[in-house]
Nanobody, 117 residues
Framework: QVQFVESGGGLVQPGGSLTLSCIVS????????MCWYRQAPGQELKLVAH????????YYTDSVKGRFTISRDDAKNTLYLQMNSLKPEDSSVYYC??????????WGQGTQVTVSS
C-alpha cells in the first residue's frame, strides 16, 4: 500500500522559512523521480519542484527558483523541501508524489503552509 505522509507546514511570516518532509512507503522510492506539488484554495494542483533518482538533478517552477530546495534521503525514504524567503503567494497545501502522469492515486493528507503577517 502506497503512502505519503507530509509534515512540516505551519504559519510563518513573509520572509520566513520552513522545511517540509514527506515519508514514503509502499514502493521502491529510490528508483523514481519525486515531486512536490501545491494547491491553493480554488486553484488546480501545481508542480513546484522535482528531483531525479541519484545522482539527483532538480527542477523548479519559476516562481520558487532561488528560494526553494528539493532534496531526498533514499536511506530514509524521505523527500524534503526547504523553503526560504516565503511569500504570501506560497500559501497552499503541499503534497508529494511521483512525476505528472506517474502519480499514485493515493495522495497523502498534505501539509498546510500559510504565509502571513
Amino acid at each position: 500500500q502506497v503512502q505519503f505522509v507530509e509534515s512540516g507546514g505551519g504559519l510563518v511570516q513573509p520572509g520566513g522559512s520552513l522545511t517540509l518532509s514527506c515519508i514514503v512507503s509502499g514502493f521502491n522510492f529510490t528508483k523514481y523521480p519525486m515531486c512536490w506539488y501545491r494547491q491553493a484554495p480554488g486553484q488546480e494542483l501545481k508542480l513546484v519542484a522535482h528531483i531525479t533518482q541519484a545522482p539527483s538533478t532538480t527542477y523548479y517552477t519559476d516562481s520558487v527558483k532561488g528560494r526553494f530546495t528539493i532534496s531526498r534521503d533514499d536511506a530514509k525514504n524521505t523527500l524534503y523541501l526547504q523553503m526560504n524567503s516565503l511569500k504570501p503567494e506560497d500559501s497552499s497545501v503541499y503534497y508529494c508524489n511521483r512525476l505528472p502522469g506517474w502519480t499514485f492515486p493515493s495522495w497523502g493528507q498534505g501539509t498546510q503552509v500559510t504565509v502571513s503577517s
